[in-house]
């Protein structure tokens, strides 16, 4: 089969694999359509750790059933479906209580760590345990099947956040992941969802989506900005979906006395915290991790039209073509969002 492998720091080939074969529990899933997350263009740069070459990346994706392994039921060839980003053991504490994403033993799809080693999805085909499959249905194209991982991201993290209704809920980063994020929120019952962002494309296409508010944060005062449209300097629930200590400090600073800040983007691997400010404001800070259940929600919110994803689409691509993707989002090519390869013909 053909792989899209990633062979060092800014290098991806495309290469002849062996065709992988499912083994019991397991089925072979033929690759559609996979999106590019933003995680693996930083792990691209050879900076993170958690891609270690050489690895197959890809944990965004959707396809059919190829084959199935021994014990497999339910499952035929032919199916249409997603599945978790996360291989969870279903047997440990965190996923006995369905907190999947914290298994004891996961592993992630197209990750590669001195620890553990799994080729993901950017590739003709992929062998997924059969517990992390979801049934896509016919309103879900696979590009937008390959775009239930990074809502599910986001509506995990709004779930997990407490979302009340009558809230005032700000994201900051209007990225993909903020983007889904101010969706989800708007799902769960917000009121009103201010976005956050220093790109004038980006904060429309957040209006567009469902953002009442949109607030560019490199212009003047963002509070003063929140509070000429609500009345508020400050909202109930924070999403920050970027990671960097400029919006961390944005996100801190818009969070009201006895609200909750939720973290989902880590591009930064530490940042700074005014101690002062969070422990007089009595503020709940969280982070957030993946997804642990929300799959089956996001396949029924897309299916009717209530979760828009393929906006975030700027581009697709067959896989030859996938180091070309990667070099447009790494260098920052304006415009682009989510780029989506096809392994597979159609």
């Known amino acids: ?57 890809g944990h965004e994706a959707s396809g059919v059933i190829d084959a199935a392994g021994l014990g497999v039921h339910g499952w035929a060839p032919g199916s249409r479906v997603t599945f978790d980003s996360i291989a969870w053991c279903g047997r440990c504490a965190p996923c006995r209580r369905g907190r999947t994403n914290l298994c004891q033993t996961r592993q992630t799809f197209g990750v590669s760590t001195p620890a553990f080693r799994r080729d993901g999805a950017m590739a003709e085909l992929v062998v997924v345990p ?3 499959l979801h049934r896509l249905p016919d309103a879900v194209s696979f590009d937008a099947g390959a775009m239930v991982e990074p809502a599910a991201v986001a509506m995990h993290a709004a779930r997990i956040s407490a979302i009340e209704p009558g809230d005032l809920v700000v ?3 209007a990225g993909p992941i903020g983007i889904l994020a101010l969706q989800a929120a708007r799902i769960l019952g917000a009121a009103t969802v201010a976005v956050a962002d220093i790109v004038p494309e980006r904060l429309e296409l957040a209006r567009r989506l469902g953002a009442d508010i949109v607030i560019d944060s490199g212009a003047g005062d963002p ?19 970027v990671g ?22 880590n591009v930064r691997p530490r940042v700074e915290l005014d101690l002062q400010g969070a422990v007089s404001g009595e503020l709940t800070i969280r982070g ?3 997804s642990a259940g929300e799959y089956p929600e996001c396949i029924g919110r897309i299916a009717d039209g209530r979760l828009g994803v393929t906006d975030l689409i700027s581009r697709v691509m067959p896989l030859a073509d996938g180091a070309a993707a ?12 989510r780029i989506v390869l096809h392994p597979s013909d159609h």
């Open 1 to 57: 089969m053909k792989a899209l492998v990633y062979t060092g720091p800014l290098r991806l080939e495309v290469l002849d694999r062996p065709t992988p074969v499912p083994g019991a529990g397991e089925v072979l899933v033929r690759v559609m359509a996979v999106a590019i997350c933003g995680s693996d263009v930083h792990g691209y740069t050879g900076t993170t750790g958690r891609r270690i070459p050489p690895v197959v990346m």
């Open 130 to 132: 059969a517990r992390l």
């Open 171 to 173: 994201v900051v980063g």
């Open 223 to 241: 509070g003063a900005t929140l509070e000429q449209a609500t009345g508020r300097r400050t909202a109930d629930v924070v999403l920050e979906a």
């Open 244 to 265: 960097i200590q400029a919006t961390f400090d944005l996100a801190t600073g818009l969070t009201r006395p006895g609200g909750a800040l939720t973290l989902i983007g």
């Open 288 to 290: 957030s991790s993946a």
């Open 326 to 337: 990667f070099r447009a989002l790494h260098e920052g090519e304006p415009g682009l969002m």
